[in-house]
């Protein structure tokens, strides 16, 4: 991927997307495609067809996806797989189609069994039932990664599929009803302090354990793997350490300085128990997270403020 290569970041305006454009243009690439929703729908083949045919672009980095938390995938089941099947298939098709060098899909972690064996290793991928909340997003998710697999096999392209675990960071979404866990609870405990508030509340037990990384890590991560990765299997991202959510929502309270109390909502789901990844694979091809969570949230923090 010279620094003339043309580029399509699909997405570019959500949280990865911006993230990797961020960087393309830090490290000089100088024909980055962008397109917003409004100047392509990606939902449209027609239209994602006369784009790929006019831009012609060399690399895809494939970070266009409907994506919400716990809340937003267990009430609007139906968007989520219906929107990531059709945008995926598009892309995916359309890059094969005018001859892409070299394609990344982004999937997630949820594609993995509910009670995977922990540290998650890709190969556990379809080796268990799904969590319920967000399987039919995660099976998109899987869909797309045997799309490429099987491109790749029956046609011999180069599209490479890598799993990220729970993302936060720049340009997240602060909408407490499809956001995920870290932006929500900046966002309520924020608004707490504000108003004087005794209490927030924070959904579920306070019990699961996830892994938060950087966007800009992921972003970075990702374009060491388009350069160096040539493999059909996937690649988990991640840092390699998980918190739990009572912990998160206290180290986001001490970044904020808020000095109610944090009650837990055990009528809210907890979704899995646990989602941590085994980033050995990454690791051993010579890529590390750089940003601790304390620095990641109080440059969320600082975002949020600014937004
Ligand atoms: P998940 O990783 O797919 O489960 O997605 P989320 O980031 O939405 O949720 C992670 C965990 O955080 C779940 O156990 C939620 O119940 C918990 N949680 C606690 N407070 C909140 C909140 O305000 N919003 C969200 N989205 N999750 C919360």
């Known amino acids: ?148 697999q099987s491109f790749n096999r029956q046609y011999g392209t180069q599209f490479i599929s890598v799993m990220p675990t729970n993302l936060y960071g720049l340009n997240d979404n602060y909408d407490l009803k499809t956001s995920h866990v870290l932006p929500a609870l900046i966002r309520k405990i ?22 938060f990384l950087y966007a800009d890590d992921l972003a970075d991560a990702c374009v060491f793997l388009m350069h160096t990765y040539t493999d059909s299997s996937i690649v988990n991202i991640g840092t390699g350490v998980d918190i739990t959510i009572a912990d998160l929502a206290k180290e986001i309270q001490d970044a904020i300085g808020f000095k109610g109390r944090l009650v837990f909502n055990p009528a809210q789901p907890d979704g899995t128990p646990r989602k941590l990844l085994n980033v050995s694979k990454l690791t051993s091809l010579g890529w590390k997270a750089k940003t601790p969570l304390s620095r990641g949230i109080s440059l969320a923090y600082q975002d949020y403020l600014n937004s």
């Open 1 to 148: 991927m010279n620094k003339h290569a043309k580029i399509y970041v699909a997405g570019h305006r959500g949280m990865v997307g911006s993230a990797i454009v961020r960087l393309l243009k830090t490290l000089g690439h100088t024909h980055i495609i962008e397109k917003t929703h409004a100047e392509l729908d990606l939902t449209d083949h027609n239209a994602v067809r006369s784009f790929f045919e006019s831009e012609h672009p060399d690399y895809v980095f494939m970070a266009a996806a409907k994506v919400g938390g716990i809340y937003a995938n267990n009430t609007f089941p139906a968007d989520f797989i219906y929107t990531n099947l059709t945008i995926q298939n598009n892309v995916i098709y359309e890059s094969h189609r005018i001859g892409v060098k070299k394609l990344m899909f982004l999937g997630s972690s949820c594609i993995y069994p509910k009670f995977a064996t922990q540290p998650i290793d890709e190969s556990a991928l379809l080796t268990g039932a799904l969590e319920p909340t967000n399987e039919p997003y995660a099976i998109a998710k899987i869909a797309g990664i045997v799309l490429c």
């Open 190 to 211: 924020h608004e707490a302090k504000v108003a004087g508030a005794k209490e927030v509340e924070v959904w579920g037990t306070g019990k699961p354990l996830r892994e």
